[in-house]
T-cell receptor, first 115, second 114 residues
Framework: SAVISQKPSRDICQRGTSLTIQCQVDSQVTMMFWYRQQPGQSLTLIATANQGSEATYESGFVIDKFPISRPNLTFSTLTVSNMSPEDSSIYLC????????????FGQGTRLTVV | KQEVTQIPAALSVPEGENLVLNCSFTDSAIYNLQWFRQDPGKGLTSLLLIQSSQREQTSGRLNASLDKSSGRSTLYIAASQPGDSATYLCAAPLGGTSYGKLTFGQGTILTVHP
């Protein structure tokens, strides 16, 4: 298993500003992901955070809006840029562990409210 | 493209009942399927991971089954308790991957009342 810490746990931000969310894992992992959960909805994958290279974004998500860093195998950040109220969501960091079949583990999430 | 559907959307039961949550997926070429629990405003807790070679996986009062050929999985909760109240999410790997990149169902909101 993996223990994942996310910071901040929640924040209220002004529209037009940016927020950077940190994700720290207690062990080295190959795969790290960022998800968004809009109010009343399920989770949607934003991107795969790749160590040492640019993140891989899913359809509908772009680097200018959600820049991601992955400087090493235990840490990643997600920035939500130029925020609007539509960005109000829970943002979750996830890792995959296991060599043959991968189990996914999640952080506690960051609850973002944009006013 | 993998799509995951969960029924029912919500379920309210009295304490002590045995219950079944259903999950269906469109791409049967999966390596595994995972069930999660989410408490309000919180992250996800992994409950059970079923590998494609397995038909069932058990943890305490929870039992999950997987039928790849029919594209279905069920989560069985025995002797439900108020502490089981939460949203239960089923997730399957995206596009035949195996490394934890998931697509989720909409979840089943479970309420167990005393």
């Amino acid at each position: 298993s993996a223990v994942i810490s996310q910071k901040p746990s929640r924040d209220i931000c002004q529209r037009g500003t940016s927020l950077t969310i940190q994700c720290q894992v207690d062990s080295q992992v190959t795969m790290m992901f960022w998800y968004r959960q809009q109010p009343g909805q399920s989770l949607t994958l934003i991107a795969t955070a790749n160590q040492g290279s640019e993140a891989t974004y899913e359809s509908g998500f772009v680097i200018d809006k959600f820049p991601i860093s992955r400087p090493n195998l235990t840490f990643s950040t997600l920035t939500v840029s130029n925020m609007s109220p539509e960005d109000s969501s829970i943002y979750l960091c996830s890792v995959g562990t296991g060599e043959v079949v991968t189990e996914a583990f999640f952080g506690q999430g960051t609850r973002l409210t944009v006013v | 493209k993998q799509e995951v559907t969960q029924i029912p959307a919500a379920l309210s039961v009295p304490e002590g009942e045995n219950l079944v949550l259903n999950c269906s997926f469109t791409d049967s070429a999966i390596y595994n399927l995972q069930w999660f629990r989410q408490d309000p405003g919180k992250g996800l807790t992994s409950l059970l991971l079923i590998q494609s070679s397995q038909r069932e996986q058990t943890s305490g009062r929870l039992n999950a089954s997987l039928d790849k050929s029919s594209g279905r999985s069920t989560l069985y909760i025995a002797a439900s308790q108020p502490g089981d109240s939460a949203t239960y999410l089923c997730a399957a790997p995206l596009g035949g991957t195996s490394y934890g990149k998931l697509t989720f169902g909409q979840g089943t909101i479970l309420t167990v009342h005393p």
